[in-house]
C-alpha cells in the first residue's frame, strides 16, 4: 500500500504561485510513475503532469506548459507542482496519484491523496 498526502493549496491572486507537495509513504518503491490530476467543479478529472521517478523525464498538459513545473525530492518519496503565472480556469482541486503503466491514464493509478483546493480568484 502506498498513503498520499497533498498539501500547499490555498487562494491565491491570478497571476500567482502555489507550490503543491505530495508526501508518499508505505511501498512507495513500486511508484515509478507519480502525477497531478485536477478537478474543476462540474468538470471530469484532468491530468496536468506526470514524473517518471526512476529517470527523472516530465510530462505536462498543454495548458500548463511553462507555468507548471513538476519535480521530486532526492528521496523520491516526496513530489511537487510549482504553479506560477496561475489563472483563474487553473481553479480546482488537485490530486496527486501514483504508480500506473500509462502516466496519461486515470483509471490506471492505484493510489491517489485526498486532494486540496487551489482557488484562483481574478
Known sequence: Q??????GGGLVQAGGSLRLSCAASGRTFGSNVMAWFRQAPGK???????????????????????????????????????????????????????EARNYYSLSEYNYWGQGTQVTVSS
Open 2 to 7: 502506498v498513503q498520499l498526502v497533498e498539501s
Open 44 to 98: 471530469e478529472r484532468e491530468f496536468v503532469a506526470a514524473i517518471i521517478r526512476n529517470s527523472g523525464r516530465t510530462y505536462y498538459t498543454d495548458s500548463v506548459k511553462g507555468r507548471f513545473t513538476i519535480s521530486k525530492d532526492s528521496a523520491k518519496v516526496t513530489m511537487y507542482l510549482q504553479m506560477n503565472s496561475l489563472k483563474v480556469e487553473d481553479t480546482a482541486v488537485y490530486y496527486c496519484a501514483a
